[in-house]
């Protein structure tokens, strides 16, 4: 048995080491408490330090757009704490042992322990293919088990958890919970000691599982070793579980009370405790997960002595027709089946489109809009390098404190990260953007207008930048325009369509240089009709789409 060595810092993020201070908008963030229902104004428990907890995969098989999109969510949270210049601590943990992760490894012939580290890979590639930042820590169950057996030993010594024994009083392996000696057990979930703060939360009340509304529901199967008769309660939950008959002996820690691998929830106290010690400012999760998961986790932390988070927040599913998306009920898209279909920009840019609290309904049409919203950063991000003579260095956006950036940007990220919001302040700067764009051939000042140019420019880089969507940043950059497995067709489509549209440019020219401007504008409107917008600039007429 072993056990993890002292924690290594495994990522420093760009944009916490280069804003040096926290910026004054800092003062004005609000964020959602799932245990108060109620957006509340954000303090660090450590000036300057922000530790969030975020619970990552059970790696039993390929990530899918569901999983993602909490990750999505999570790392727009964290990029916004660091562009408010906080230095934050993300840890997401690795559940590698796990009933399903067993007994799928066992279907298929493999060893558990290769199964899991095969779709750890492959989570880990569908991070980084999304631009999802790599946490600080990233631990592993399987590395943390002298952690977990200390944790049970101190709930059990402060009278808050039981081992069962056999007729004979040996340890059977099964340590259970002690709900009816925990008073505050319930306080992260049960919606009626609570009034509901807004329509957002009323829909995830009412789809999330809770203490008001347990039971094996199709969303969180129960753990069959919480079906045991062995229990005082049937609130209790596993803390540790006997082993099965059919559990591979090198999936059994030996322990005081008996031989046996750790119930699900006490793997994320131990680790949130081990990398963030006492309370820390945020632990993070999909909604599914708020009960039992959290429920017990909170308890379990607190019954051994240790303070928990501070903050609890959870992001909402992926829908497809109203029904979440998961493999349980055959509806799951893989990441791999969704990135050969489209970029992997636009897949970012779909599922961090609606404020994490919202459901997120998946369908082409949320595909299309985010293939548009590409379409509109892109080119204006083009020309407007073009026009200033060059784009500014990924140093300057990533420099960028969010005191300097537009307000309503600002407004909308600090009002419990309103995406929504806030993309509609970045293509607002692009509209002004494009203004300037098509008067600059006008102007007299005309350093002075590229100068207005430019700094829009470097708004609009940096706004995307926080939302992880800065198409010349990694690992957009590396991999084309808009990144992903599907950014070959996106450019073939685009070029065949600019091809088409310069086309109708120069018969356009050739109109105006003969003063035929009645056919010039016929072009023009026939292309508008088709919803392509065109601007006269010094470098000749550009094209985009509405």
């Known amino acids: 048995m072993t056990n993890t060595q002292e924690p290594q810092n495994i990522n420093i993020s760009s944009v916490a080491t280069t804003v040096d201070a926290v910026a ?6 609000k964020l959602y408490d799932t245990a108060s229902h109620a957006v509340s104004n954000f303090t660090p428990i450590k000036p300057g330090r922000v530790g969030m907890y975020v619970c990552g995969a ?3 098989s390929s990530p899918h757009i569901g999983h993602i999109r909490a990750a999505v969510a999570f790392d727009v949270v964290r990029r916004w704490f660091e562009r408010l210049g906080y230095k934050v601590t993300f840890v997401r943990n690795v559940t590698d042992i796990d009933d399903k992760i067993l007994d799928k490894a066992a279907a298929a012939g493999q060893q558990w322990w290769e199964r899991a580290y095969i779709y750890e890979r492959e989570f880990t590639e569908a991070y980084n293919t999304l631009g999802v930042e790599p946490p600080t820590y990233e631990p592993r169950a399987t590395g943390h088990m002298i952690d977990m057996i200390d944790l049970i030993k101190q709930i059990i010594d402060n009278g808050h958890g039981y ?10 392996g099964n340590v259970y919970f002690d709900v009816a000696s925990w008073p505050h057990y319930g306080e992260l979930t049960h919606q009626k000691q609570t009034a509901v703060a807004d329509a957002a939360s009323e829909v995830a009340d009412a789809m999330g599982p809770s203490v008001d509304n347990a039971g094996n529901d199709k969303y969180n199967p129960v753990d069959p070793a919480d079906m045991s008769e062995d229990k005082h309660d049937p609130r209790d939950f596993a803390l540790w579980k006997a ?27 131990a680790m949130s405790h081990r990398y963030l ?3 820390f400012d945020i632990h993070g999760g999909g909604l599914d997960l708020r009960f039992p998961h959290h429920e017990n986790e909170m308890a379990q ?3 051994a002595g240790y303070d928990s988070a501070a903050r609890w927040m959870h992001s909402a599913w992926v829908t497809a027709k109203g029904e979440k998306m998961s493999k349980s009920l055959g ?6 089946a969704v990135l050969a279909e489209n970029s992997a920009w636009v897949v970012r840019y779909a599922l961090g489109s609606v404020q994490y609290r919202s459901m997120l309904e998946w369908s082409d049409q949320t595909l299309t809009e985010a293939q548009s919203a590409y379409d509109r950063v892109s080119n204006f991000i083009e020309r407007a390098g073009a026009a200033v003579g060059g784009q500014p260095p990924r140093e300057e956006i990533v420099s960028i404190s969010a005191d300097a950036l537009p307000a309503d940007f600002v407004a909308a990220m600090n009002d419990d990260i309103n995406v929504s919001g806030a993309s509609a302040a970045i293509f607002t700067a692009i509209r002004s953007g494009n203004t300037l764009l098509s008067k600059l051939a006008d102007r007299v000042d005309s350093d002075v207008a590229k100068d207005e140019v430019r700094a829009v420019l470097v708004n609009v880089r940096a706004m995307l930048d926080t939302l992880g969507l800065d198409p010349l940043a990694e690992p957009w950059v590396s991999e084309g325009a808009a990144g992903g497995a599907g950014a070959g067709a996106d450019s073939a489509e685009h070029t065949a369509l600019d091809r088409l549209v310069s086309e109708q440019l120069e018969e356009r020219a050739e109109a105006r ?10 072009i023009r409107d026939a292309l508008g009709a088709a919803g392509i917008t065109i601007e006269d600039t010094p470098q000749g007429p550009t094209w985009t789409l509405k």
């Open 331 to 336: 509806n799951g898209l893989s990441v791999p």
């Open 513 to 522: 240089k003969a003063k035929d401007f009645a056919r010039a504008d016929a």
């Open 277 to 279: 010690k006492d309370m």
């Open 301 to 303: 932390t607190r019954a």
């Open 243 to 269: 082993p099965k008959d059919s559990d591979p002996l090198d999936a059994r820690w030996n322990t005081p009370f008996g031989t046996g691998r750790p119930g699900w929830h006490i793997e994320c106290s």
């Open 58 to 60: 059970t790696v039993q």
């Open 24 to 29: 004054s908008a800092a003062a004005d963030l």
């Open 163 to 172: 081992v069962v024994t056999d007729e004979n009083g040996n340890p059977t």
